[in-house]
């Protein structure tokens, strides 16, 4: 019946709050949190498991050790996917002394960077504005780096070109976040296979100096009959320019004299935008 239904429902949430209405204190967190219940490690779960609202960090307070212990538990027990953003940095950098005021700063420093503009966070505003210290600041930027190189393809094999999508998976990693602008070319054998990946330019904000001969010299030189060309927009649009469209025209007519295929000239943008150039001018 619709009425039951609708008990049920206020009385399964009065179970999560004070009849009182007053918020909970720290202590009061520890002891509610001691009383739940959790399985063992070799218990079979059903479903997907519930995040407790009880183990979120309490907004400007700092957490407390047995807190973060059960943050591990959780981790443990339901996998890294079921903890936030902050618990997870929280986790990563919370050892040795003096880390109880870790968690704050994490709180600072998330309000201010995406986890995504944290790779290219300053090492020293870090440490200095942030007050993570060199050894947390430095323990933070390989974290991060190492999880961008997870998005990588493996080195194992060489990696194949089937389609623009491909390529930019390739070189996104490297380029979607700079504040400057690079370009990069992929070297490709008769198969496009990869040989190389080289960076050609990295230059200011806004420009970039284009110079055919140093483009294709990498495929001259190791005999490769095709080269991807690519390069970021800072802005983050990756709407080419009449001066971009004119230097593609002039890399295609190069590249015919040099007996070198220009494949694709792609220019890379934010939030995983691009422009495939050869899609535009049909080459």
Known sequence: MPGQGAEHNVGHKAAFHRHDHQPLTTNDRRSRLQQVTTPTLWEPTTGTPVTSPLVEPIEGQLIPREDVKLLRERMQRY???????NELLTISLRTGQGSEQVVSRIDTLLSQYSLHQLLNADFGELCNQYHLGEAKAAQLQAM?????????????????????????RLVRPEMELLDHEE???????????????????????????????????????RNCPGIMLFHNHPTGNPEPSPEDIATTEQLIHAGLLLDVELVDHII????????????RLHW
């Open 79 to 85: 996998g890294a996917v079921t903890l936030s953003t």
């Open 144 to 168: 991060l780096e190492m999880a961008r190189r997870l998005t990588l393809p493996s080195k194992d094999e060489k990696y194949t070109i089937r389609s623009v999508y491909d390529a930019v």
């Open 183 to 221: 370009m990069r070319v992929l070297l490709l054998d008769t198969k496009y296979g990869v040989v190389a990946n080289h960076r050609l330019y990295q230059g200011t904000v806004n420009s970039t100096v284009l110079r055919a001969g140093e483009i294709f010299r990498p495929a001259v030189s």
């Open 268 to 279: 890379i943008g934010s939030n995983n935008r691009f422009v495939s150039q050869k899609e």
